[in-house]
């Protein structure tokens, strides 16, 4: 029964240190078995997701060395088999990016399908599409997908639509085919941009990512290198919500504040004062907020993995109507019900949400429904009156490093609770 107990109201003051993208670090470490030299990957967060992929690769045979928590040596030259499975690696999205890595080094992979987040349909028919025109055959079978091709030869890919995850898994499989593919409508995001300097680090040669067309002429082996993952975008935005919510006063340490313009941009239209410097952002509220539309969008757009802590800040924008489109995941507002426990007033219908804006939240027992959603009824709960429990936190656990001892440390009242008795005195202390 592991809970986070949270009491509020206390505003988030001072400064947080901000841990390695994990939607970065995935796609990173399995491009890592691409080369049979030894790679070392620094800043990578301590969290479930990241664990469970090394773990996997441990179980093909890839030696992994922690360095220390944020770092590790990787040399995937005895990998034993192309099949990975097992029933961590089926509950996470990640896992399909051993399929491109396998069939750009090996031409044959047979990964145990995806799970993920429970945020809506999310298909994989444009990352079978990009596979296929590199020349490889898919089929599924046992829950798993498996890809096989004698060799993979160059393609010109127009993705029907714009995916973070095909785009990745793409350019992994066309880093070591024959001949130059063109990835047309590719994924903008900071993690593609990331995975795409980091094998231009091991040999690759891949042009154009960050904009919409993405150029990667094949190379016939990649080598070895020493990497340093970038920020997590997310990570840092909910930081800076989390200082909105509460009207703090928060500083996000070690973060690029381009990845993070979209979301300083909603948060001065609310009324926050946001100040940047070159590696941190200062995000004040000390204004009462005012509402705003939202429409989520790939990147540079407002992110689909920020909205629900957007909507539980603007359930606290008082006298005003706030309009939340999400574009992306079709079933992302399972968390709204969990919010109206604490008093929020929303309306759903469709893919959009209706917030209006109330004075205060009221603690209640609520259940993370995924990842983002469960990171925000966390922030919610620590701007909420009274006490509040947050439960199923493995979900959040899989994409935030010690997220209530960094909360704690800006003045939170949060912890982990692990059995009736330490949540009895948790309430008590409330009181
Ligand atoms: C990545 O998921 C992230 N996951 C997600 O983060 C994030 O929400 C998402 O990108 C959007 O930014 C990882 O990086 C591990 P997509 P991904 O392919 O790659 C449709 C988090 O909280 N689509 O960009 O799976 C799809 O259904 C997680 O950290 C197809 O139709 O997302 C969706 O509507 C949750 N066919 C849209 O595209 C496909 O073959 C975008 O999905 C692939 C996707």
Redesign the pocket.
Known sequence: MEQYAIWGVNPLVSEVEIGGA??AA??ILAAAIMTDETVIIDNLPDIK?INVLLTAMQNIGVFIERIDRHKVKINASRIHTTVVEGENIRK???SYYFVGALLGKYKAADVAL?G??A???????????GFKALGAKIRYEHGSIIAEAIDLTSANIFM?????????NIMMAAVLAEGQTVIENA?K?P?VVDLANFLNSMGANIKGAGTDIIRVKGVTSLHGTEYTVIPDQ?EAGTFMMAAAITKGDVTVKNVIPKHLECISAKLEEIGCEVMESDDAIRVVASKRLSGTQVKTM??PGY???MQPQIAVTLGLSMGYTSIIKES???NRFKYLDELRKMGGVVTVEGNIAIIEGVQEYQGASVTAP???AGAALVIAALAADGFSTVDQIQYIER?YEDFPEKLASLGGRIRKVTNPEELKKARLRAV
């Open positions: 994990k939607n995935l796609p997701d996470m999205r990640a995806p993920g987040c945020i809506g349909n999310r298909a994989i028919d444009q990352h079978e599409k029907d639509v714009v995916s973070v995850g095909a785009t990745i994924a995001e993690h997310i790939p990147y992110p689909t993995d992306i995941f079709e995924d990842l983002r994409g």
